[in-house]
């Protein structure tokens, strides 16, 4: 294969694995040993680090405004592809090598490949391909017991509605929403979830989204001690720590952080109901149903993973391998960053039909949550643990908003039929609210 200069960036190319330099294979051993540390931090506080490596993407020439970027960038993902068969591509960022998965065949060998870190050091006499549960495994169990992984209605479902209604009238305070508002709302809601009511005030927990205050450890153990019991650090607390491994408060703050990732999905689902009001008058109609089920909401829980397939809260995903694998006929070494490209797969219009359009209707099809082509929350063993809890919480202000309120999107402007921009900061978003 050859090594062909990307349309990327001229900071980046394309090589075959066999041209790693040692640069490249010292880089990786480095990549590997933060892997386990970085990956949550990766996909829910600093997405802009795995963008590095796909920021092996142009820049906007002259002239192209912001929302025709990704675009951009998904058409010299199909280059790429086209150019080499659909095999997966070696591509050179800022931040090192990494293997784009750039056809749909090979998105389930991607998943296969193990979430953790590197793998932890055999143990003395251990028997080949012995695997221990490491770190991650522990973790991982907290994380899906605790956030009840896999229940569309999480168990604290009653408590949780009543802090999001009562948080959700700073939401509908105004008659306008964007997203300093939006941000406060959510993040007291979150710290009252997570920690419980004696947190709900402490806005100094979280600085800025991701940013915790220098105590913030200290501070989340002493509200661990008054957490009522429905509260996730309520739930972990029961849980208990039979091997003396498990750091709640570290996993706490974790919580809190994926929090952030709800403002702008709230703020895009909103949007682009504001932008079809049939749809939207339809799913206020399911949320002020008598006696609807309050945590379920399929209509408006679809509009919400509708939001998510166009604009990703994380837009790709990364694996580093464990073991020497194969992809396509060409070997790769253990150590290998491998990343899928989630926004490019789930916008590709060679394979999903209506790619760039407002499709909610799309999430009611049995199996849809499977389609490997979808990733708004990941496959396999790294899908997020807390996909059923933010859907439940990102639904229920949703249906908090719409009840009382008609949306109606004031910026940026959007076309109901055509095209949907690639990018939707959700800084720029600015929504008007009416009285229904
Ligand atoms: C709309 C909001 C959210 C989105 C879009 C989202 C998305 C994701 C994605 C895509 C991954 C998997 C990354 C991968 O495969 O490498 C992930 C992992 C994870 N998420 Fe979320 N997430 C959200 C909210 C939350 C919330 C609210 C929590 C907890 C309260 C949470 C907890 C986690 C944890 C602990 C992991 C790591 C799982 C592991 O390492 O096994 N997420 N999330």
């Given at each position: 294969m050859t090594a062909p200069a990307s349309p990327a960036s001229p900071a980046s190319s394309a090589t075959s694995a066999s041209s790693a330099s040692p640069a490249d294979r010292a880089g990786r051993a480095a990549r590997t040993a933060r892997a386990a540390s970085v990956r949550f931090a990766a996909t829910h506080t600093l997405p802009v680090l795995v963008r590095g490596f796909v920021g092996a993407r142009p820049r906007a020439t002259k002239g192209h405004a912001a929302p025709g970027r990704p675009r951009w960038s998904a058409a010299t993902l199909r280059a790429l592809r086209a150019r080499h068969g659909g095999a997966p591509v070696l591509v050179r960022g800022l931040t090192g090598a990494a293997l784009l998965v750039l056809d749909p065949q090979d998105i389930r060998?991607?998943?296969?490949?193990?979430?953790?870190?590197?793998?932890?050091?055999?143990?003395?006499?251990?028997?080949?391909?012995?695997?221990?549960?490491?770190?991650?495994?522990?973790?991982?169990?907290?994380?899906?017991?605790?956030?009840?992984?896999?229940?569309?209605?999480?168990?604290?479902?009653?408590p949780f509605l009543s802090v999001l209604a009562e948080e959700a009238r700073r939401l509908t305070g105004g008659n306008t929403l964007e997203l300093a508002r939006t941000r406060h709302a959510v993040a007291r809601a979150a710290r009252r979830i997570v920690l419980g009511d004696a947190a709900a005030e402490d806005t100094e927990l979280t600085r800025r989204p991701g940013r915790f205050h220098p105590k913030a450890g200290a501070r989340i153990a002493a509200y661990a001690d008054l957490a009522e019991p429905h509260t996730l650090m309520g739930r972990a607390r029961r849980h208990g720590d039979p091997t003396g491994g498990l750091d709640p408060v570290g996993q706490a703050a974790q919580w809190l952080a994926a929090f952030d990732l709800v403002p702008g999905v709230l703020l895009r689902t909103l949007l682009l109901l504001g932008v079809h009001p049939a749809e939207q008058d339809a799913v206020a109609a399911e949320a002020r149903a008598p006696g609807v089920a309050r945590g379920a909401l399929p209509r408006l829980r679809a509009c919400v993973r509708e939001a998510l397939r166009l604009y990703p809260a994380v837009p790709d995903l990364i694996r580093i391998t464990r073991a020497e694998t194969e992809w396509r006929g060409v070997r790769r070494p253990a150590?290998?960053?491998?990343?899928?490209?989630?926004?490019?797969?789930?916008?590709?219009?060679?394979?999903?039909?209506?790619?760039?359009?407002?499709?909610?209707?799309?999430?009611?099809?049995?199996?849809?949550?499977?389609?490997?082509?979808?990733?708004?929350?990941?496959?396999?063993?790294?899908?997020?643990?807390?996909?059923?809890?933010?859907?439940?919480?990102?639904?229920?202000?949703?249906a908090e908003v719409l009840r009382g309120h008609r949306v109606h999107a004031v910026r940026p402007v959007l076309d109901p039929v055509g095209p949907l921009p690639g990018l939707l900061d959700p800084q720029g978003i600015r929504l008007r609210l009416t009285r229904r």
């Open positions: 060998q991607f998943y296969a490949e193990p979430v953790s870190g590197p793998a932890p050091a055999p143990a003395p006499g251990a028997p080949d391909g012995c695997t221990r549960a490491g770190p991650h495994a522990e973790r991982r169990a907290i994380d899906e017991s605790v956030l009840a992984a896999g229940l569309p209605v999480h168990p604290s479902c009653g150590g290998t960053c491998v990343v899928l490209p989630a926004l490019f797969h789930q916008r590709d219009p060679e394979h999903v039909p209506a790619a760039h359009v407002f499709v909610p209707g799309r999430w009611a099809s049995r199996g849809a949550e499977h389609d490997l082509r979808m990733a708004p929350f990941s496959h396999a063993g790294g899908r997020c643990p807390g996909e059923q809890l933010a859907l439940l919480v990102t639904t229920a202000l949703c």
